[in-house]
């Protein structure tokens, strides 16, 4: 049986009160703290640096239906498409037509400076997967540092309403008598009153903690991505849904063999403005495969890079982006430029060496269209979360979106929450008798190099069993003085634990899970399945993706005004 304990931790050395608190301070973690102060206090913990995060790292951009000729019906059709089936529609909907007001009213009327044409109108490229040139991005290949630079801009003009506690790791949720979330413990690594192991006592928490990307050696995922946020919901027992639909970016830079942690990710930008991928002969292979080629659908991409490198007994293929010149290189991708030459490659002159690593996890946290998951109080958004929205593969550029928009309707739901007619307010936190775990910090490397080998691209039942042994072997490294690196690799462990085992239950191939062993299923597999931890054990349940999600109760809706594609997007007097 699996075994998902609670963090062993000191008992708390502090306390303090915030009516919200906001874990993680990424696109989503930021949005949800500048709505959440329109419904009361709130406080921001963050794990290292505010900027620290996955949001500064996106280099490709955001998704929204901002071009002549397109429409959210279109990015609708093209998200479905990349979710194999597995999309919430409904969810979907939300995102692409509230995601055009966001963009304008959320980031850009927040100092957000996006690319513009000669004409003042946004510049729009395309990327994997989509129709229309749709993808909204800042500095060349730097929107996620412009996005991120931004909202912490108006964080920063909102010291007196926003506390923040950085360089603090979250430890396990707070709940009360009747199981409502009533805040979390946590701790910080600094000096003076707010030192170690704390508690937050507050009306909702929100978890907005990234991804999990360090789950396997090779990532885009920096290095504080160790799945905190789903391990915190699983230890309290919230449902978690889609964990095994793990993207892989089909271009990551490969440094070799022994490259572990962050890797250097290769925009699909690159090939949407005409890059191409080459096999050991030089041969373009996408070409035949997909009606959009080298823009496919990632999990497409990637899948065919992993056989045609098999095949060739290579681990790495090439991307030809020679024909871009210096000038584009250094206009259009300026910071993949500079990386590419800090590695030894010229881009103008040489193929860019090239492999699947781990990128974005489309599961997460399950919530409703209001970020509301199966505990009371407790919300979650962005990749932490799973909306619905991904379904078995996420379309590119669609994540930054998905933080911005359900953030924010986050925001909106405390309101209701807090208002008169609102949520009862949770009584105090009860003592957790449950047992604690605590895995030694050299876990981390164990299941990284596990999940790697057996549940990565390609996976199969005798891989994933491998790796389900070798992770529960890891049990055994136990660990009896808390700290931060010990935590990470108890978190780690933990998520990769659940991961292998829906994987392994999921007996077809559909997105960005590929078995071996196991064709595509519709008839039987357009089913999510959804873990939770009970007194009983971890189980596992299998749902019709048309089940509608609802933790919560109605909540009203003002809607943005729509962005008409046809007029340039013009920043608001701030």
Known sequence: MTRISRLLAPAPGWTTYADTVVVGSGIAGLTAALAARHAGSVLLVTKA?????????????????LGIGDSPEAHLADTLTAGAGLCDPETVRILVTEGPAAVRNLLINRGAEFDRRSDGSIALTREGGHHADRIIHAGGDATGAEVSRALLARLDQLVDEIEVIDHALVLDLLTDASGRAAGLTLHVLGEGARDGVGAVHARAVVLATGGLGQVFTATTNPAVATGDGVALALRAGARVADLEFVQFHPTV??????????????????????????????????????????????????KAIMRRANEAGLDHLWLDARHFGEDKWRGRFPTIWESLHDHGVDPVRDLIPVAPAAHYASGGVLTDHWGRTSIPGLYACGETACTGVHGANRLAS???????????????????????????????PIEDLRPQLLLDPSVRSATQQAMSAGAGVLRSAQSLESTATELDVLLDRTDAQPRAEAWEATNL??????????????????????????????????????????????????????????????????????????????????
């Not at 505010?50 to 239906?65: E, F, M, V």
């Not at 994540?399 to 928009?405: I, K, P, Q």
């Not at 007194?535 to 609802?550: F, K």
Request: aromatic share 6%.
């Open 493 to 574: 462990q933990q998520v990769a634990t659940v991961l292998a085992d829906v994987a392994a239950r999921r007996e077809e191939t559909r997105g960005s899970h590929w078995r071996e062993d196991f064709p595509a299923d519709d008839a039987h597999w357009r089913v999510r399945q959804i873990a939770q931890v009970t007194a009983g054990g971890l189980h596992i349940t299998r749902s019709p993706v048309s089940a509608a999600v609802d933790f919560g109760p109605a909540t009203s809706v003002n809607p943005a005004p729509p962005v008409n594609p046809a007029q340039p997007v013009k920043e608001d007097a701030r």
């Open 49 to 65: 640096q505010p900027s620290d995060g996955s949001t500064r790292w996106a280099q490709g951009g955001i998704a929204a239906a």
């Open 253 to 302: 830079l490969w440094l070799g063999d022994g490259a572990r942690g962050q890797q250097q990710l290769i925009s699909e930008a690159v090939r949407g403005e005409g890059a191409f991928l080459v096999d050991a002969k030089g041969e373009r292979f996408m070409t035949g495969l997909h009606e959009l080629a080298d823009l496919a659908p990632r999990d497409i991409v990637a």
């Open 398 to 428: 669609n994540s930054l979106l998905e933080g911005l928009v359900f953030a924010d309707r986050i925001g909106r739901d405390l309101a209701r929450a807090f208002g008169p007619d609102g949520d009862d307010a949770p009584g105090e």
